[in-house]
């Protein structure tokens, strides 16, 4: 007679219950690796004082930082080092990257201000062209204003010649000329300063937007990335 065999039917895990495995095993394994990790951290800092002897402690102290120390493993083994504390290259190192900072932040003010180097070459055109059309405006004036003076001049020299008295009009017309020709020239001075001062500025951004456009063609190319042009 055969016997029928009844199978107890399939135990179905809930999706919960496999979740829970999965973050038991992963936890586990992030705690074993955790253990492996801390094997090769610190565990005693030596130094060596000015006579030469080795001091070691579980940490860092002033001490250590003044005369530099080593970053010892379990076994005593050096894994790192650390060069003794030295005020004026750190001053020296911050003061280079505040520098390199503030010239990032100009490049960058630049870059809004004229987007590239062709652009800011139109731009300095733009300024120096129109300085140049003040200087000349300004040069007429003085040579009318010069030619004034000569007249002015030969008025009062005709008075002089005939023995009479210089009138009150002409002194005045003279003096005020004379003001007149001594502020244009300052003004002239001021004009052409203010030429050689924007020449050199738009020199300096023109050189910057160029240098700044190289490094980021070179970022370009490293990472290939090419941009769309329409």
Same mark, same amino acid.
């Given at each position: ?8 039917? =399939? ?13 038991l095993?992963? %936890?586990l ?11 090769? &951290? ?11 002897? =080795? ?8 001490? &250590? ?14 894994? =790192? ?8 290259r ?12 503030? /010239? ?5 003010? %630049? ?16 300024? %120096? ?14 040579? /009318? ?8 001049? !030969?008025?009062? !020299?005709?008075? #002089?010649?005939?023995? /009479? ?7 005045? &017309? ?8 001594? =502020? ?5 001075? /001021? ?9 050199? &500025?738009?020199?300096?951004? #023109?050189?910057? %937007?160029?240098?700044? !456009? ?12 090419t941009?769309?042009?329409?």
């Amino acid at each position: 007679m055969v016997q029928s065999i009844e199978f107890a039917p =399939a135990v179905r895990r809930r999706p919960f219950q496999l979740g829970k495995q999965v973050t038991l095993f992963i %936890l586990l394994m992030f705690f074993y690796l955790l253990g492996c990790a801390g094997e090769i &951290h610190a565990k005693w800092y030596r130094y060596y004082d000015s006579r030469g002897t =080795a001091n070691i402690s579980a940490n860092v102290t002033p001490a &250590h930082i003044r005369y530099g120390y080593e970053s010892l493993d379990q076994n005593m083994q050096v894994i =790192a080092k650390t060069p003794a504390w030295n005020g004026d290259r750190d001053a020296k190192t911050q003061a280079r990257y505040e520098s390199q900072a503030r /010239q990032q932040q100009y490049d960058l003010k %630049l870059k809004r201000a004229y987007g590239n180097s062709k652009i800011a070459t139109m731009k300095r055109d733009e300024s %120096l062209n129109s300085i140049k059309k003040q200087i000349a405006f300004q040069q007429e004036q003085l040579k /009318q204003q010069q030619n004034d003076r000569v007249m002015y001049k !030969n008025q009062e !020299n005709q008075y #002089i010649r005939k023995g /009479q008295n210089i009138p009150v009009s002409v002194r005045e &017309h003279m003096l005020q000329n004379q003001q007149q020709i001594l =502020a244009s020239k300052a003004m002239l001075k /001021q004009m052409q300063d203010n030429y050689n001062s924007t020449q050199i &500025h738009y020199a300096d951004v #023109i050189a910057r %937007l160029k240098k700044w !456009n190289n490094r980021y063609n070179r970022w370009q190319s490293r990472h290939n990335i090419t941009l769309f042009k329409g």
